[in-house]
Nanobody, 121 residues
């Protein structure tokens, strides 16, 4: 199983970005996907999760209403649409996969390499 993120970059406050994560080698152990982020000195923070069919979708309070997780099954790709970005959204963003959305929220076993998002004020 391999997860590869892309789409990070520099954006101004109030702007939007869409992150992508392509997952190769999908199995039953990657039936759910999600996104986390991490800043230096802090634990990795759960953001959103979903199954590939869109069931079991849930979000952290810090991003609910601003971020949206979605999936494209034929392309084996999961997205994180981020709107109304704030400086405290600056972090390295990671894609994650596991057996269920609850397992992903507890940190599934598969991770991407991360992509940097920087929000400038």
């Amino acid at each position: 199983v391999q997860l590869v993120e892309s789409g990070g970059g520099l954006v101004q406050v109030g702007g939007s970005l869409r992150l992508s994560c392509v997952i190769s080698g999908r199995t039953f152990s990657t039936a759910a996907v999600g996104w986390f982020r991490q800043t230096p000195g802090k634990e990795r923070e759960f953001l959103a999760t979903s199954t590939w069919s869109g069931a079991g979708r849930s979000y952290a309070n810090s991003v609910r209403g601003r971020f949206t997780i979605s999936t494209d099954n034929p392309r084996n790709t999961v997205y994180l649409q981020m709107n109304n970005l704030r400086p405290d959204d600056t972090a390295v963003y990671y894609c994650n996969a596991g057996t269920t959305p609850a397992a992903v929220q507890r940190r599934g076993p598969y991770w991407g390499q991360g992509t940097q998002v920087t929000v400038s004020s």
